[in-house]
Each structure stands twice: as C-alpha cells, then as structure tokens.
C-alpha cells in the first residue's frame, strides 16, 4: 500500500466491491439541442506569435498557470498560463522527460484563457477561452481551425477523436463538436464551475458524465441520450462539482460539499463510485472549500484533490488513508500577502508524480520523496519594487546578468528598485532585470535577507 504508513485523517472507508446495483430509474427533462451547422469557421493563413523557449524555473517565475492538458501518449503536457507582469494570456507545451527547456509557446489575443486539450493524435490543440476556440498545430503554431462563441466561452476542453471536442461553458451546458462535419452534435446541460472539471468522458469515449446539484448525470457519447443517473449524498453535488474518471475506468470521483457556510462550502467531500455501483464511498472534511481538482493516478492506488485553500490531499484508495502534500509556498518570498492558488493537477505516466498548476507556475510532487521539483524558487517578484537593505548594501548593478558583467553602479542601503525582466540563472545566481531611480537598467543578483518589499 502505497500511503499506507501515513496518519489517516479520516475513518477509512472500505469501497464498494463486487456489487451491481441497478442504474437509478431518475429521467431528467431532455436537454439536446442540435446547433447550426455554420458554428465552424476554418481560417487559412492564421498562426499564434511564438515565444522564447524557456526553462521550467525561468516560466515560474514569469507566469501564473491554469488547465493542464497532457497528451493521450503521456509525453506532452501543455499549460494555459498568464505573464505576471504584462497579463498577456500565454500556452506552453514541453516534453515531460525533458523540462530543461519548453517545446513551444505562443501567445494566444484573447481577453480570457481558461483550457487546453491534446488532440488523441498529439499534432494538434485546442485552446479555449472568452468567444473562441482555436485549433492549432503546436509544432508550427498554424490555426486549422476556429470555433467562434458569440457571448459565451471554453471553460474546459476535452477530445474523444481527433475531429471530436468537448467544452463547457458558464451558462451551464456541455457541447460536443464535430470538426469534421463543421457542426455542433449536440449539447446537454451540467454545472459548470470556474475550473476545468466541470464533465468527464469514460476512457473508452463511449460516456460523458457531467454534474448537477443533486448528483452525476450520464450521456452516450455518440447520441447525447441521457443514460443514467446517481445520486449524491445528503446535500448533493452542489453548484461547482469536479468529476474525473480513473485511467482504467474502474473509479469515478466526484466533489460535494458536507458542511455549507453563509458564503460558501465549509467541508467539502468527495464521492467515489466503483465500477457500476449506484452506492458512493464518502471522503468528508477533505478540504475546507470547494474543491478545485481531482486526480487519479495511473495505478488507481492514489487519488490527489486540491481547493481554494492551495492545499493538495492524497487519498489511499486502498484503506481510506489521507495525507498532505508539503505547501509549495515559499517562507520568506516577497511580497509576503500575494495570495497563492493551486489551479489544477494531473499525475504523469510516472504513477508517483503529480503536475501541480499555481498562481506560481508548474510544480512536480514526487509522492514516494515527498518533495518537490524544481526545488529552485524564488523570493523576489517580477512587476515589483523593492528597497535594500543593510545586508545588502554595496551591491553591484551590472550591465549583463553575470559575475564577469561591466559594474555599472554601486547600490546602497535605502536604495529602491523595480523588477522589470528576468530571471536568468548564470554562474549557479538567480539574476534579475532592474530599473533603479534613475531609470537606470542592470542587473541584480537575488539574495534571502538583502532586499524588503515595498507595498
């Protein structure tokens, strides 16, 4: 048992075995609705602007990070993601046995990015965001396609077949796209929520699950025709449910909330069918908020949730047993009140490595270690000023961001600067890009202790 000789925080709860019960004789009010065919425009000479490549520790410190997408192969994992210091609306693919440097990036105009999904073929992605999908050739940046959403949007995106794709959208409805036949197939009615696990689609493509407030709806794939339902436990599912399959289909999680406040959920809990059970197991007090995320791994021995507080569970699916995940907030990072989020998180092929995204870039959890990668954080800030302290008086100002760098200046106690670019990681230094009252630009090293934020 992988967790097994962890401190559980709840009463395991043995799972549902060999038990078939019958699907619940529930029929919701039909909801299919065929769209017009003309929904798809296909673009012919489009391409996204593309980026520098960077390393990971380089785009953690420039960008926040939403929906994670990794490929059907397991070799990619692409992210939607944010620049701290211009907002420009960001995607980034790199290879997951190679994080020294990103594959590619470009930068996607739109005024809201929220999801991205590998095509089964890996040559292509869907990127969603306010009044639009795009599909692209990541390799090339190329548009082949474009969804256009009048006064709607893609909050999650997710492929059955190459030329078939799955969004969801704030006014609560899931819709399935043909890009063959440049049609809406149909769409049916869930809960969406603000992150991207509003609906899930079984491994074999063939069931669509999505949430409403009481529990878990079912839908054939190919029709749209409502299968099925289950129930959720005491108050439901609630308004902003995470579903997700595990790899070999054998578990379905989803989230509810077990104790609610004035203003929201106060204990959220998480519902775990096995098989073709109609009974859920319970997780209760996982978490004290809506909960963001879930993530199977591939073993089906380990399911991680994350919520509003950034913080990441694991649960051993075998005996019930939960532990915490070390926070990935760093002591002493300035400026201190920035509120960090965990956005979403997905395991690797690697069964003991969980991608995490946050307001502070990609994190990999290695679950057998406990620790984190990549280890190197940093304390200061881009967009941020900053005065220097006693420790830190008679620093260099260089022109380049290295030791053997032209000294432009001395800077001293008191003396105030703002971050403008960076970091670059020379001679084993973090440096940054500064600009100092003058309106001088150089380079800094970063030091604990030398610098004190300015509010």
């Known amino acids: 048992m992988l967790l097994s000789s962890c401190n559980t925080a709840t009463t395991p709860l043995p799972l549902p075995t060999d038990i078939v019960l019958p699907v619940s004789t529930f029929t919701p009010e039909p909801t299919s609705t065929l769209q ?3 929904s798809l425009a296909t673009p012919t000479s489009q391409s996204l602007s593309q980026l520098q490549p960077l390393s990971l520790s380089e785009f953690d410190a420039r960008y926040s990070t939403g929906d994670i997408a990794l490929s059907k192969d397991g070799k990619f994992m692409s992210v939607v ?3 701290k210091l211009e907002n420009n609306k960001t995607v980034w693919v790199w290879s997951v046995n190679d994080l020294n440097q990103s594959l590619a990036g470009y930068q ?3 005024d809201d990015l929220w999801s991205v999904a590998f095509s089964p073929d890996v040559s292509q992605l869907a990127i969603g965001g306010k009044g639009k999908i795009i599909i ?7 548009i082949t396609d474009t969804i256009e959403l009048p006064d709607s949007e893609a909050v999650q995106l997710e492929f059955v077949q190459d030329k078939i794709l799955v969004s969801s959208n704030f006014k609560d409805k899931i819709t399935v796209w043909d890009l063959s036949r440049g049609e ?4 049916v009615d869930g809960r969406v929520g603000f992150y991207q696990h509003s609906f899930a689609i079984s491994p074999d493509g063939k069931t669509l699950v999505t949430g409403d407030l009481k529990g878990i709806q079912f839908w054939d794939m190919a029709t749209g025709q409502n299968t099925g339902f289950r129930e959720g ?3 439901g599912i609630g308004v902003a449910p995470a579903t997700v399959f595990s790899d070999n289909g054998t578990f379905l999680a989803s989230t509810g909330c077990g104790e609610f406040a004035f203003e929201g959920c106060s204990s959220a ?3 775990i069918w096995k098989s073709d059970s109609n009974t859920p197991s319970v997780v209760s007090g996982v978490h004290p908020s809506w909960i963001n995320a879930l993530a199977f791994s591939p073993n089906e021995g380990i399911l991680a949730s994350t919520s509003g507080d950034g913080i990441i569970k694991l649960i051993n699916l075998s005996d019930g047993k939960i532990i915490t995940a070390p926070s990935m907030e760093l002591p002493g990072k300035l400026p201190p009140e920035n509120l960090f989020l965990v956005n979403d998180i997905s395991f690797l092929s690697d069964e003991n490595i969980l991608a995490v995204s946050s307001s502070d870039g990609i994190q ?5 270690s406990m620790s984190w990668t990549p280890n190197l954080q940093f304390i200061l800030s881009l967009g941020y000023s900053y005065t220097i302290t006693s420790a830190g008086d008679n620093l260099n100002f260089r022109r380049e961001p290295s030791m053997n760098g032209e000294i432009i200046n001395k800077l001293h106690t008191g003396d105030w600067f703002g971050i403008i670019d960076g970091p670059k990681i020379v001679d084993d230094y973090v440096w940054w890009k500064v600009k100092i009252a003058d309106d001088t630009e150089g380079w800094i090293v970063e030091q604990p202790g030398w610098y004190e934020f300015n509010p």
């Open 36 to 38: 017009p065919s003309n």
């Open 81 to 83: 993601s944010k620049d």
């Open 108 to 110: 996607v105009v739109l």
């Open 136 to 142: 692209v050739d990541w390799r090339t940046g190329n």
């Open 184 to 187: 809406v197939k149909y769409s």
């Open 233 to 235: 436990t005491d108050s």
């Open 269 to 271: 809990k998480i519902l």
């Open 364 to 368: 990999f959890f290695d679950i057998a």
